[in-house]
């Protein structure tokens, strides 16, 4: 039984462990200044195993539809001896930010519930991404309810953006959900029990770092209550979903999620091609996950540690020896392996190279 408290090294599970650089974004430093905190979890606490699965995100980016999704699952289900997977994650890009209600309908006619039947059939199991605090300026939820977001002293609505150092270049501005409204936590609740409705098993929980912004609090106390007390509320409500948090801090979330990134995304799919820029962002966050796996591996013992997509293509600007030395790495991490390829471009030589040793 472990009882000793345990380090927490870095503050969110993007941040970059050992690393205090001002030019970093802001979102990866907690506003409080707390860093390298202590913490002793639940000791009766038994998380669900690991799992493997494919993500849209790193090859599509936003431009995914259904049958981009369909055609993956596809490829999965015919070649199950290649590609031992069980979930299809649908990451960002399926609706507006915010508006977790309803789908982008161009991309997605048929509905979120119809595509997770769809992947069921095909012996997968269906997952979803969400940003569960943030939402667009042009959503409708920002337009219809204005009352649910934080607001600065002279009662302007926060714009999250901000808390990243080249956000400002996001034409997609995004205010912040204040937990501290119950309205927002009723929307929220909407929000699960509709996702779990729909059919999906899986859910990725998304810059869940967003409320510690909210300028009312002064220290870190309250909302890592009430982001545990909403972590737990989906384990509590729904204990079959299997949950990922990303943009987390680490804090809150021990013994109350399946399964924490525990460093920043591996690539930029909007990259893909731009060499050396691709090259050049791999680099860094292959730096970045080698370091945070270092410092982060006790907390397996507490939460399935995700080290992001294994990715392997040619558009990335990956070199061979990089390749390895990701496949190496999500091997050591022991948690979670996702594929983040678009599979239908895959050669016979990568496939053999680097995605069977990988499952081996």
Not at 6 to 25: D, K
Not at 232 to 241: E, F, H, T, V
Not at 273 to 282: D, K, Q, V
């Amino acid at each position: 039984m472990i009882k000793e408290p345990i380090r927490l090294p870095g503050w969110q599970s993007g941040s970059y462990c050992g690393h205090t650089s001002s030019w970093l974004p802001k979102r990866y430093f907690s506003p409080f200044g707390e860093s390298n905190q202590t913490i002793t979890p639940q000791t009766n606490f038994i998380f669900k195993p690991s799992i493997t699965g494919w993500c849209s995100w790193h090859w599509f980016g936003f431009n995914i539809n259904e049958e981009i999704i369909l055609n993956q699952a596809r490829l999965i289900a015919r070649n199950r001896d290649i590609y031992p997977l069980d979930y299809i994650l649908i990451d960002d890009g399926w609706c507006r930010l915010g508006d977790w209600l309803e789908p982008n309908r161009r991309k997605f006619p048929h509905g979120m519930k119809w595509l997770a039947t769809e992947i069921k059939k095909l012996g997968l199991k269906p997952g979803i991404w969400i940003a569960p605090f943030f939402s667009e300026f042009a959503s409708m939820l920002f337009r219809n309810r204005p009352e649910l977001f934080i607001r600065g002293a002279k009662g302007r609505i926060i714009e999250g953006t901000k808390v990243g150092f080249f956000d400002f270049l996001n034409p997609l501005k995004r205010g912040i959900l204040d937990l501290c409204n119950n309205n927002v936590q009723i929307y929220l609740k909407e929000v699960i029990d509709n996702i779990v409705e729909w059919g999906f098993e899986l859910i990725k929980l998304d810059f869940l770092y967003a409320n510690h912004f909210n300028p009312k609090f002064k220290n870190s106390e309250e909302p890592d209550r009430l982001l545990r007390e909403f972590l737990l509320s989906i384990r509590n409500s729904y204990p079959q979903m299997y949950t990922l948090a990303c943009g987390c801090p680490l804090k809150p979330a021990l013994s109350a999620v399946d399964a924490l990134r525990i460093s920043d995304d591996i690539n930029v799919p909007q990259l893909k091609y731009l060499w050396p820029f691709n090259s050049l962002i791999f680099s860094l966050r292959l730096k970045q996950l080698e370091s945070n796996l270092d410092y982060r591996v006790t907390l397996s013992k507490f939460v399935n540690l995700d080290p992001d997509a294994f990715l392997c293509h040619k558009g990335h600007g990956l070199q061979p020896s990089q390749i390895v030395r990701l496949q190496n790495l999500v091997k050591q991490a022991g948690g979670l392996k996702f594929l983040g390829d678009d599979l239908t471009k895959l050669n016979k030589k990568e496939i053999e190279k680097f995605i069977k040793p990988l499952f081996n």
